[in-house]
């Protein structure tokens, strides 16, 4: 897999993605990577996301899988667009004491101006622990380009599930 290229970086003072945003420091931090296939993110929990003791926030899980989601729209449409529906499920608990979570997104579905995006929160073991499926109003590239956004590539590194892990800093 190979990391996206996140295209505001450095590219406006105004940036400050509470999902995507490395310099927010309330943030959540996520990068996102493509392996042909889908959009993968690993993540690790801040002990400020509780909602119960060690278990992770359902509001910070929706946060989490709605900017995968989003991310499939900016890198595999190449434009940008809102949230207009977004269906949860929630199947396990997710542990902050977790040294990672995978999230995984993928785009089922695209119909002229709307797009429909799958997502999931995996725990290390791979089972499945929470999924949603977002809708989108997608934004034509011109608009999009008006309102800010910029293509985004591929760096030019291949790297493992371990290797974006190690990036966690663990």
């Known amino acids: 897999m190979r990391a996206i290229i996140n295209p505001w970086v450095g590219k406006t003072e105004r940036y400050n993605c509470f ?3 490395p310099g927010n420091p309330r943030g959540v ?14 993540w690790r929990a801040d002990p400020n996301f509780v909602s119960w003791i ?18 499939v729209v900016f890198y595999q449409l190449q434009t940008s667009g809102v949230t207009a529906k977004m269906e949860m499920r929630y199947r ?6 977790w040294p990672y979570v995978r999230l995984n997104a993928r785009l089922v579905e695209q119909r002229h101006s709307v797009a429909v995006v799958h ?14 499926t977002c809708t989108y109003f997608l934004i034509s590239g011109e608009k999009a380009r008006e309102m ?17 892990i190690a990036l966690l800093g663990m």
């Open 119 to 132: 997502g999931e929160i995996l725990n290390p073991d791979g089972e499945c622990c929470a999924e949603c």
């Open 19 to 21: 999902g995507c945003c």
């Open 29 to 42: 931090h996520m990068r996102f990577y493509w392996d042909g296939e889908q959009v993968i993110s690993v």
């Open 92 to 97: 396990k608990p997710v542990s902050t004491l």
């Open 54 to 71: 060690d278990t992770l926030h359902g509001g910070i899980q929706a946060t989490l899988l709605d900017e995968i989601c989003g991310w």
């Open 148 to 164: 800010g956004y910029e293509f985004t590539g591929l760096e030019e590194a291949d790297l493992t599930l371990e290797e974006a």
